[in-house]
Structure formats: C-alpha cells, structure tokens
C-alpha cells in the first residue's frame, strides 16, 4: 500500500513538475508553445540568437499584450525559442 502511495506522489509530482518547467500560467505556457515554434521555424543555418536579442524579439511579439506578466512572457517565450531552436538546429561545430 506504501509502494502505490509512493508511486501515486512521485506520479503527480514528476507532472506538475514537467509542466512547470514550461510555464506556471496558462500565459506562460502559452508564450512558451509561441517561442518553441518560432524557434523550430528559424532558417537554417543560423545561429541561436543572444539573449539580448532574444529578449527584444519577446518583447516585440508580446508588445500588443496589455495585461499580464510581461516579464515572465517574454522569459517563457526566450525559453521556448531556444529549445526550439535546439530541436531543429545542429550545433555547428
């Protein structure tokens, strides 16, 4: 009976705790679907952008958001980009 409880919290946690990463906010995760595609999407070829320049193409994408938490959607959406852009793209070495 121990073993099942254990398994039922490890379960749970190993949930929220994946679906956290992405996000906590509906928001959030949803900048973050938007920043992993647009990373899937980048030429080929190119190089994953700084941080800087990532930060300022969040920023122009989420500017005609008015309400929310615009730092952590621009910090979701950098986030998403970059695994994105992982997925798709070769490190060139």
Not at 13 to 31: I, V
Not at 51 to 77: H, P, T
């Amino acid at each position: 009976m121990m073993a099942a409880a254990a398994l039922v919290v490890c379960g749970v946690t190993a949930f929220y705790t994946h679906r956290a990463a992405h996000g906590r906010t509906a928001q959030d995760r949803a900048a973050y679907a938007i920043g992993e595609k647009a990373g899937e999407e980048a030429p080929a070829g190119t190089k994953l952008p700084t941080d800087a320049d990532l930060n300022m193409m969040a920023q122009k994408y989420f500017k005609q958001q008015g309400s929310g938490e615009q730092r952590s959607w621009d910090l979701a959406f950098e986030n998403g980009y970059a695994d994105g852009f992982k997925k798709t793209h070769r490190p060139s070495h």
